[in-house]
């Protein structure tokens, strides 16, 4: 079953945000992952949000995204994303 990540983040260091963002697509691209939006300006529609960008992605299933999110690859590059912004994760499953 298809699964979607979310990512909902502030970026506090665009030098290490940037650096990550080089790599992403590639690592993504590479486990077989979609980038299916990226916005830095997404129009809220309802209620409060403390984040300033999203990013959607999809996965064939949960076991593509976690060989993806846990990869060596994908790991390495975290750190530059994880240094650099605030945020949540979020995965759900498709119907």
Do not use: C
């Not at 993806?68 to 499953?93: M, N």
Request: proline share 3%.
């Amino acid at each position: 079953m298809t699964v979607y990540a979310m990512a909902q983040i502030s970026i506090h260091d665009r030098e290490r945000y940037n650096s990550y963002a080089a790599r992403f697509l590639d690592v993504l691209i590479r486990y077989e992952g979609r980038l299916l939006a990226a916005d830095e300006r997404p129009e809220v529609i309802e209620g409060d949000w403390p984040y300033g960008k999203v990013v959607l992605m999809s996965f064939e299933d949960k076991d593509a995204f976690e060989k993806w999110a846990y990869s060596p690859e994908y790991q390495e590059i975290s750190k530059d994303r994880i240094a650099a912004t605030t945020g949540v994760v979020v995965l759900a499953k498709g119907l």
